[in-house]
């Protein structure tokens, strides 16, 4: 056997170990006993701990050098080994025991933040935030950073960017998106109460399923069930799942929830079968993920050529809403409000929830803030950006989960995920020059394959910036974003 073919089955057995931490950490957010929620905590934190230690182990590490020393011809075993050695150089800088500890305070702050959301007390959570700070930052400091320690964890989600790269592209963004949103609030306002009457839940996720198929995601390797913050997880080859939330009288809530998800699982579903288990059977990075949820949850979805085509599905499930049409329903879907939840927020809103929170957590990181300050932090930018205040921090700094997972560098990535997404649209309509046709038509499988080809049949073997440039043919635009953006609400906002 060859040294690479050891390494692989070598690679393939610590993934195992983290397939059944995926399925415990799965079932902890949608089927678990309440009570049961420490003892998972610690059952995840060992499985997870001994996963890490045996990638991290000298054995792993030695079979990654043996595999790098052979002549390897082709592209994915080289990228196999190459994206191998990097992650596991980074990995080897963390202390299994403080890898450890973090899992563990992690899955004891999912149970603490939800207690401190339902009842509305940050201080539930704080001290297990204070924990998870820490810990990041230590972890940060292990992995070492040039001039921003924030600039560690950011690349963990999106390799090879800077905090500076990433301010550079925020300035102008937030420049354009303030002033487009004083522009659009003169033009005319689209009727949202369309989509705010009363929706059974077990309607909602009829139509739901239905978006599903449409997209075409496949059932027989997945599910969908109900979580308080919606996610995706892939437990494994053929076993990509997804969780949406119902609100009986918001049926873009659940519908927008289900199809940014059916986005994230279409790309876990389309990676090749002979990467399960190495480490390139993965997403490029977390804003090349989020830029397939949100072309499908926004570019697609929110189209008005969507909603000529599913507006039968519409009305068929929900027969109340035929006295609407289908350009009622698009310009409904497209309402653009100053808003406190990131998650409802519209197209031309979300970044500026997404530039508060990148700022709140490079002042954390760097010992700029504290965590007790947090709730007031939050509410003064969101004063500053968005001119509202939350009333409760339900609605404010306990609104997202991802501090409790740990998250910190994440964020950034819905933005760019935002901007990849509409630069991969303006690509394909090159390439499917009839594209808004075939989504009028309900066909959206040339759209598929075209992100197949391009995208998920990539893995990752390339880092981001590499992926986007041969997709797109250039290096990330913001502009193509700004142009999609005006193209769009000029119409709904008829301006």
Known sequence: MSALEDLKKRLRLISRYNTAAALLEWDFETMMPEKAAEERAEVIGEISGHAFEMSVSDETWNLVLNAERE??????????VRVAKKELEKSKKIPPELYKELSIETSKAQAAWEKAKTNNDFSIFQPHLEKIVELTKQIADKLGYEENRYDALLDMYEPGLKTSELKKIIEPLRDFLVNYLAKLEKGEKPDNEILKQFFPVEKQKELSIRALNLMNYDFKAGRMDVAMHPFTTTIGLNDVRITTRYNEHDLNDSLYSTIHEGGHALYEQGIPAEFSGLPIGDGASMGIHESQSRFWENIVGRSPEFWEYFYNDLVDVFPELKKYTPEDIFRATNYV?????????????????????????EALINDKIKVADLPKIWNEKMEKYLAVVPEKDSEGVLQDVHWAHGSFGYFPSYMLGNLYSAQLLYAMKKDIPDYNETIRKGDFKPLLKWLRDKIHSKGKMYEPGELIKMATGEELNPEYFMKYI????NKVYKI
Not at 341 to 359: C, G, K, P, Q, S
């Open 71 to 80: 002549l390897l011809e082709s592209e994915v075993d080289k990228a196999i």
């Open 337 to 361: 409000e100053r808003s406190l939840i990131r998650t409802e927020a519209d197209e031309v809103t979300y970044n500026l929830h997404i530039m508060l929170r990148f700022e709140i957590e």
């Open 486 to 489: 005006e193209e769009k609400f």
